[in-house]
């Protein structure tokens, strides 16, 4: 079993940065693909950002992309998100996961373990 624990969520201005992490426990995530979702109030959790098991592919949500950037260190069996020029409609609960495999898309289908969350608050 893999458990996830985000961190790095907090009440940040429109413009600001923050950088979330993602900690992972029980085994070894260095060959699982991993990525972060998002879930605002009153609406369906989204796809963000993924990365391969090496860190040399990464994709992102259109409404993401730019801003953005998911990262890896095997080493210390973490991710990373870094969110630049956020805007309130980032809002939201993050949740880090992972696949049980090396590649994975942006459905919530592939991947198998979740974390509890980190909330990233965006004031105007």
């Known amino acids: 079993q893999v458990q996830l624990v985000e961190s790095g969520g907090g009440l940040v201005q429109a413009g600001g940065s923050l950088i979330l992490s993602c900690a992972a426990s029980?085994?070894?995530?260095?060959?699982?693909?991993m990525a972060w979702f998002r879930q605002a109030p009153g609406k369906e959790r989204e796809f963000a950002a993924t990365?391969?098991?090496?860190?040399?592919?990464?994709a992102y949500s259109d409404s993401v992309k730019g801003r953005f950037t998911i990262s890896r260190d095997n080493a210390k069996n973490t991710i990373y998100l870094r969110l630049n020029s956020l805007k309130p409609e980032d809002t939201a609960v993050y949740y880090c996961?992972?696949?049980?495999?090396?590649?994975?898309?942006?459905?919530?289908?592939?991947?198998?373990?979740w974390g509890q969350g980190t909330q990233v608050t965006v004031s105007s």
């Open positions: 996961a992972a696949a049980n495999r090396p590649y994975a898309l942006g459905y919530a289908s592939q991947y198998s373990y």
């Open positions: 990365i391969n098991w090496s860190g040399g592919i990464t």
């Open positions: 029980g085994r070894t995530v260095s060959s699982y693909a």
